[in-house]
C-alpha cells in the first residue's frame, strides 16, 4: 500500500515569508508526527498528533511554527517568518497507534531552504 | 536529559568486512531502542529494534544489535558488510511508557562500503 507522502518535496523560500509543509499519513494510522533534521543530524522531534489533537507540541522550537491535522488524516506544517536557520529537512512520520511500541513509518521528507 | 550518542560518524569499509556500530543513550525509565536507516535517496525505514526479552535483536538484511543494560548501549553490528549497506544509520529511543512514542535519534553515523 501508499506509505507516507510529504509535499512538496523541495521548498525554497525567502527570509521573513510564510511556508506549509503537508503530510498524508498512511490510511488508517491514528498518531502522526513532525520531526526536523538538520545537516549532519538526526531528526528532532516537534509535535505528535493522536487523531486531530496536538498530544504534545513540546519539540516546536518558537511560535512561528504550527501544526494541524483537522480531520485526523492530513497535517500541515506551518511556519509563519521564516529565518535561514528554519532550513532543514522536515519529515513526517505515522503509526497506527501511539505508544513507544508501534514503529513509525517515515516519509520522504521536505526539504526547505530559507534565502 | 534525553539522548542518544553515536560514536561513529562517518565509517568507511571494504566489502566482507564485519561493521560495529556504537550507540550509548541516557533516559529515565524503560526504553524501547530502533536502528533506522535511510539509502541513498530513500526515506528512513526501520532496521531493528528491541522491546523486551532477549536482547540479542536481529532484523533485516543481517543486522542484528545487542542491547546491554548497564551499560546504556544497543550497538549495530553485521559479520560482513556489502557494498548495498551504504547508507546512513541512526539509533533511537523512546520510553516503554511514553505515551507518545516519539523518537530520540542520534546524530547518525555515514556508512561507506567500497566494492
Known amino acids: 500500500g501508499a506509505g507516507v507522502s510529504q509535499t512538496p518535496s523541495n521548498k525554497v523560500t525567502e527570509k521573513g515569508k510564510y511556508v506549509e509543509l503537508r503530510c498524508d499519513p498512511i490510511?488508517?494510522?491514528?498518531?502522526l508526527y513532525w520531526y526536523r533534521q538538520s545537516l549532519g543530524q538526526g531528526p528532532e522531534f516537534l509535535i505528535y498528533?493522536?487523531?486531530?489533537?496536538?498530544?504534545?507540541d513540546s519539540g516546536l522550537p518558537n511560535d512561528r511554527f504550527f501544526a494541524v491535522r483537522p480531520e485526523g488524516s492530513v497535517s500541515t506544517l506551518k511556519i509563519q517568518r521564516t529565518e535561514r536557520g528554519d532550513s532543514a529537512v522536515y519529515l513526517c512520520?505515522?503509526?497506527?497507534?501511539?505508544?513507544?511500541?508501534?514503529?513509525?513509518?517515515f516519509g520522504p521528507g521536505t526539504r526547505l531552504t530559507v534565502l | 536529559a534525553q539522548s542518544v550518542s553515536q560514536h561513529n560518524h562517518h565509517v568507511i569499509l571494504s566489502e566482507a568486512a564485519s561493521l560495529e556500530l556504537g550507540c550509548n543513550y541516557s533516559?529515565?525509565?524503560?526504553?524501547?531502542l530502533f536502528w533506522y536507516v535511510q539509502y541513498p535517496g530513500q526515506h528512513l525505514q526501520l532496521l531493528l529494534k528491541?522491546?523486551?526479552?532477549?536482547?540479542l535483536v536481529k532484523g533485516i538484511k543481517g543486522f542484528e544489535a545487542e542491547f546491554i543494560k548497564s551499560k546504556f548501549s544497543f550497538n549495530l553490528r553485521k559479520p560482513s558488510v556489502q557494498w548495498s549497506d551504504t547508507a546512513e544509520y541512526f539509533c533511537?529511543?523512546?520510553?516503554?511508557?511514553?505515551?507518545?512514542?516519539?523518537?530520540?535519534f542520534g546524530q547518525g553515523t555515514t556508512l561507506q562500503v567500497k566494492p
Open positions: 533511537a529511543v523512546n520510553g516503554r511508557s511514553s505515551n507518545t512514542g516519539k523518537l530520540i
Open positions: 490510511s488508517g494510522h491514528t498518531a
Open positions: 512520520a505515522s503509526s497506527l497507534l501511539a505508544g513507544g511500541l508501534n514503529e513509525q513509518f
Open positions: 528491541y522491546f523486551s526479552g532477549d536482547p
Open positions: 498528533f493522536q487523531g486531530t489533537g496536538a498530544a504534545d
Open positions: 533516559y529515565g525509565g524503560t526504553v524501547n
